[in-house]
């Protein structure tokens, strides 16, 4: 079993492990951070960060794709949430001297990015706070369904309704 070696720092099980998963943990980060160099640390890191923290795996729990593909996930909305991403994101890109003009529909992008951003802030702010907790367990630390009904308490049923009508409330605001 992959996750046993790996629990038994065995290297070339650290290599299988990204064979298996490095392309799937680069296309989850990718999607979320649009710079190459950065998308290729953060996979990294993610690396870097299942290798450290194996011994804290519960196969039980899940299957271990799942988790590196979590792990992944986490790493970008970490990235997303810095200090590092927010200079990046404010830095303008020049392009050379002969060709001014290609400035401008980066920062139409950037401005039209910052946007969506605000918009999705405030119809999230504009939710219910039982809503509101449901979605950052869910999409910000990628529990499940199941895992939320455990931390909160609350009947799975009940979980799946608060999630998906926030859900449903987002997709009305954001029409």
């Not at 899940?62 to 590092?84: F, H, Q």
């Not at 200079?87 to 529909?105: D, K, L, N, Y």
Request: with cysteine; aromatic share 6%.
């Amino acid at each position: 079993m992959l996750a046993q070696r790996l629990k038994d720092r065995d290297p070339q099980a650290l290599a299988e492990l990204y064979d298996r998963y490095g392309r799937l943990a680069y296309t989850i980060i990718h999607r979320q951070v649009n710079d190459h160099s950065t998308v290729e640390d953060l996979v990294q890191e993610t690396f870097l960060r299942v290798w450290t923290r194996i011994q804290g795996f519960d196969a039980e729990r899940g299957d271990l794709g799942t988790w590196v593909v979590a792990v992944a996930r986490n790493r970008a909305i970490d990235y997303l949430r810095s200090i590092e991403c927010r200079f990046a994101q404010a830095s303008v890109q020049m392009e050379p001297a002969g060709q001014p003009h290609a400035v401008t529909p980066a920062f139409e992008n950037d401005l039209l990015h910052r946007e969506r951003v605000r918009a999705i802030r405030q119809a999230i702010a504009r939710l219910r706070p039982d809503h509101r907790l449901v979605l950052q367990l869910a999409f910000g630390e990628g529990l499940s369904h199941t895992e939320i009904a455990e931390r909160l308490r609350q009947p799975l049923g009940t979980v799946k309704t608060w999630v998906r009508t926030a859900l449903k409330v987002l997709r009305t605001q954001m029409a």
